[in-house]
């Protein structure tokens, strides 16, 4: 069902909720395309229905729960058209603020990078440690829109893009994630030596050339097919 985890300090029932909700819906845990109860909810966090209703409506306002009428409540499968929405958008803006990055970027930040790039790598060859990848991923690229005064930003990337993080989470289960650390090093080359002629093409390779990855996920005979909307004539690259 959930994955259940304690109560963070100065959480209220509302915001533990919606965190571990949220979080179990991310990390696919609850499955695109799984029925899910209000009452098995509350029961599984050891609360009221009120706080997990209130969750439910605010989940489903950010495409993430679907509610069919007379049938039941479920969890939104992943839609192409989001994904292609959310991975324009962080193509232009991080490219753009990769730029500003270039021409001035504090060292901490810079530090700060390669403490994370260094725990990614600690990850690899181990089972089961994509949710954990993924996690420092957007840490990464929120440590450098932060460090350019972009935080908010980032923050707005990230409320578009819960569809296409769980794909890129969904890709990296099947094709693993070394060659996105690759990429996380060259950006952080491309940092500290100011190498801004080389932000486009690493862009175009961490976002949308990543994406060319994903065609086979949602293919007739993938084992996934069934975690997606209507398909029919789609990609998520096009």
């Known amino acids: ?4 985890s304690p109560k963070l300090p100065g959480e209220n029932n509302k915001d533990y909720a919606y965190r571990v909700i949220k979080d179990s819906i991310m990390s696919l845990e609850l499955e695109p395309g799984q029925a899910i109860s209000e009452v098995e909810l509350a029961e599984a966090l050891s609360l009221s229905r009120t706080p997990v209703r209130e969750v439910l409506a605010k ?12 049938v039941g409540t479920y969890i939104s499968k992943i839609n192409l058209q989001l994904i292609k929405e959310a991975s324009f958008m962080r193509y232009i803006l991080e490219k753009e603020v990769l730029k500003l990055a270039c021409e001035s970027f504090p060292d901490i930040a810079l530090y700060d990078l390669k403490k994370n790039v260094a725990l990614q790598k600690g990850l690899l060859g181990q089972s089961g440690k994509e949710a954990d990848f993924h996690l420092l991923d957007k840490e990464f690229h929120r440590i450098i829109f932060k460090a350019n005064k972009k935080e908010h ?3 707005a990337i990230t409320r578009i893009s819960t569809h296409y993080n769980r794909m890129r989470l969904l890709s990296e289960i099947e094709h693993n994630f070394s060659e996105a650390i690759k990429q996380h090093e060259t ?13 486009e093409d690493v862009v175009n390779l961490h976002i949308i050339e990543a994406t060319r990855l994903w065609d086979d996920l949602y293919k007739e005979g993938s084992p996934y097919i069934h975690y997606f909307d209507s398909i ?4 998520a690259t096009s």
Request: hydrophobic residues 40%.
């Open 187 to 199: 950006i952080i080359d491309i940092l500290e030596h100011k190498r801004c002629d080389q932000v």
């Open 59 to 70: 989940l489903r306002e950010e495409h993430l729960i679907e509610v069919i009428p007379q």
């Open 232 to 235: 029919e004539g789609e990609s």
């Open 153 to 155: 930003i980032w923050e």
């Open 1 to 4: 069902m959930v994955k259940v």
